[in-house]
Structures are given as C-alpha cells and as structure tokens.
C-alpha cells in the first residue's frame, strides 16, 4: 500500500500472506514525485537496490537499517515519526469487516473490495470538505 500525505490510498498492490516486503517494492515505488520523502519500515532494508531506486528518482529514503547492518545509514527519525499514516490507514481499511475477515478467497475479488474501501475513504474527505 502506497499513500498520500493525507494518509490516503493511491496504490495498492497484493501479494502473497508470507512473502516478504521487498518483492512488492518495484511495484509500489515505481513512479514517485520528484522530490518525495520515502517512508518505510525495516523490511524494505532487505536489499540497497530499494534505497538506489528511490533515490534514482531524486526522492529520499527514510528507511531504518535492519540491526545487523552496519555501514552507517542515515535517516531522519523525526520524519520516520509519520510513517503511522499508512498504519492508520490499514487500521480504517480494516473497519470495512469484508476487508479485516477476508471473505473472499480469490485474490482478484479481495482486491476489488479493498479498491472499493479505499476509494470510500477518498469520498469521505471531499463530502466533507464540501
């Protein structure tokens, strides 16, 4: 899941329940803003090909290192502080109970209804902005 400042959802991509983060990476930061900070927890601290292709698309990591590295990476802690934004969002994704209890089997359908949950939440910033 990919979101906004806002801590809304712009993408969304699934994957298997015991594969690990960075396969989904090239997927998830293809395309970012120029100039965008990067927030992501430790599992996308698997490989550095994850920090190189952000910083590539002159956008800034904020990735902790995992506890066995130790060639010194730098990252701002203050900023990493809003990287609860896309947990908040998974926590409002899963008030929708089709979502948090997983009825549907077939991945294409899961998809859809987290598509669905997730373009509910844009609706509700703009209804009441109005």
Partial sequence: LRVVGNGLPVQIELSTGEANDAPMAELLLANLPAGAHVLADRGYDDADWIRDLIEDQDCTPHIPPRRHRYDGITYSK????????????????????????????????????IKLASTRLWLRVYESAA
């Fill in 78 to 113: 203050k900023r990493y502080k809003q990287r609860n934004l896309i947990e908040r969002c998974f926590n409002k994704l899963k008030q929708f109970r089709h979502i948090a209890m997983r009825f549907d089997r077939n991945p294409l359908n899961y998809l859809a209804m």
